[in-house]
């Protein structure tokens, strides 16, 4: 057929399990046709060498913190938490430019795609210029990060963000969030100027911060802009306990809980971190079809906590994982994070597998992520599945984590059994895509690092 474009895999993994000699079409848009196993290869299939999976969805992204990673980790004085962290964090969002934006980002994106995500939802809330004055076009820092993408490759969910408070009761926003300021038909405005610009995979979305960020009233205007339409709506929820003590002294109802009762959840909605729930309030997310996105790395560094694993799994909860604050960037660090997490509190191991239909712990969670990313970016499908993107990984069974390994448990090298990017080539829409970025991204890097952190001294000091 014209513009039909065959591969074949000695081993993908199809209908969440391994399968032989798999024959996969490309059609001309760069999707997934038919996927047939125990396929002898045609003449004029390109024979890939290795295994094949696909490649997963990053959920939450706040590119421009890839320029804070490493730059927190000391504490003179006192205690820390999340709420020094962030005023640190500040530092870095009170000045990063539109140029340095696309600069670190591309670094970032890059990364990413090594690490085995082909797109990342990107939770966006610097909007305007350092002192909170709208830039000439309002949305140059989105186009930072569309740019970026289109640098390296990636696919990619923008999300604005309304965000209009400091925190429950709040009258607004302090001096220093200036440049996050947007209300609710602001955030939407933006959302729909990037999705009419019909950049290659590219699309949007829409986001709230937080129920501290925004208010009701907020959360019930954006409600009325967006309808019936079509898009993922995110949002930060029960992250800290903070929050939730906040959350219970302002409305008397913890913010999953205020979610589930007030805002009109339905399957659209993804709701990231979620690390401080109660087995009600995971009933109550599941009966409205609301995914979770987890950010088992970033929730670690920050001090977080621990989210009830078993019990999102067993309620059936659709679920995804995020690279946030970008102290990890591999999707395969994730998911060891994630599990490791769970058998540490529980004192137990593969806590994630589920016995006699899923034994193995890396599927389940691989298979998970696989259908709850899709969700969470605001695609109909993802995966090794007829209409998706062509996107996916081929292993390197000569890797050191997959060496000698039999068939079965190629995933399980992937997740438990060691460090880096365990695949010999990537695939994005059905083509074999450069493992590296151009050297004039990791030069634009380094010269908007410097730039950033000239003085050493601003904004790294400990907390306390």
């Not at 933006?190 to 995979?201: E, K, M, T, V």
């Not at 999707?331 to 597998?353: D, K, P, S």
């Not at 634009?444 to 601003?458: G, K, N, P, V």
């Given at each position: ?114 690490g ?27 186009w930072?990060l ?43 405005q ?12 590219i699309s ?42 906040d959350?219970?002294?302002a ?39 609301a ?27 659709p ?37 006699p ?108």
């Open positions: 057929m014209p513009g039909l474009k065959r591969l074949h895999a000695p081993l993908a993994w199809v209908d969440g399990r391994w399968q032989r000699d798999v024959l996969l079409e490309v059609d001309a848009a760069g999707c997934w046709g038919d996927i047939v196993a125990g396929q002898p290869a045609p003449e004029g299939a390109e024979m890939l060498a290795g295994p094949l999976i696909p490649s997963l969805v990053n959920a939450h992204s706040h590119a421009f913190q890839r320029a804070f990673v490493g730059l927190a980790e000391r504490r003179e004085a006192g205690e820390d938490d999340f709420w020094g962290w962030r005023e640190r964090m500040y530092a870095l969002a009170l000045r990063i430019s539109p140029e340095q934006l696309r600069a670190v980002a591309a670094q970032l994106y890059g990364e990413l795609l090594r085995g995500y082909t797109q990342v939802c990107e939770f966006h809330y610097l909007h305007h210029a350092a002192d909170g004055q709208t830039l000439d076009d309002e949305l140059a820092m989105s930072a569309t740019e970026a993408a289109q640098d390296v490759g990636m696919g990619l969910t923008l999300l604005p963000v309304v965000y209009t408070r400091s925190g429950f009761g709040a009258a607004g926003l302090r001096p220093q969030q200036q440049r996050f300021r947007a209300d609710a038909a602001w955030a939407w933006a959302s729909r100027r990037i999705q009419a610009a019909g950049l290659p995979r949007a979305g829409i986001a709230l911060h937080s129920l501290r960020g925004a208010s009701p009233a907020d959360l019930a205007a954006l409600r009325a802009l967006v309808g019936d339409a079509d898009l993922p709506i995110h949002i930060h929820v029960a992250e800290q306990t903070g929050e939730v003590d959350c219970l002294a409305t008397g109802r913890r913010p999953l809980q205020w979610l589930a009762d007030e805002a009109g959840m339905d399957a659209r909605w993804q709701l990231v971190h979620a690390t401080h729930a109660t087995p009600t309030e995971i009933a109550a997310v599941a009966a409205r079809g995914g979770v996105v987890l950010c088992p790395s970033t929730e670690a560094n920050l001090g977080d906590g621990l989210c009830d694993l078993p019990g999102w799994l067993a309620a059936g909860t679920l995804s994982v995020g690279s946030d604050s970008q102290v990890g960037r591999g999707w395969a660090e994730e998911l060891r994070w994630l599990e490791y997490g769970q058998r540490l509190t529980l004192r137990r191991r593969n806590v994630a597998a589920a016995p239909s899923q034994p193995a712990t890396a599927a389940r969670l691989f298979d998970a992520m696989t259908r709850g990313g899709a969700r969470a970016a605001g695609l109909a499908h993802w995966g090794l599945v007829r209409g998706a993107r062509a996107d996916a990984l081929v292993l390197d069974r000569s890797a050191d984590a997959l060496r000698g390994l039999p068939d079965e448990a190629l995933l399980d090298g992937v997740v438990f059994g060691g460090h880096g990017s365990p695949w010999q080539s990537l695939w994005v829409a059905g083509r074999a895509h450069p493992w590296r970025a151009p050297r004039r991204v990791s030069e634009a890097f380094e010269a908007a690092m410097q730039e950033l952190w000239q003085d050493r001294s601003t904004g790294l000091a400990g907390a306390g």
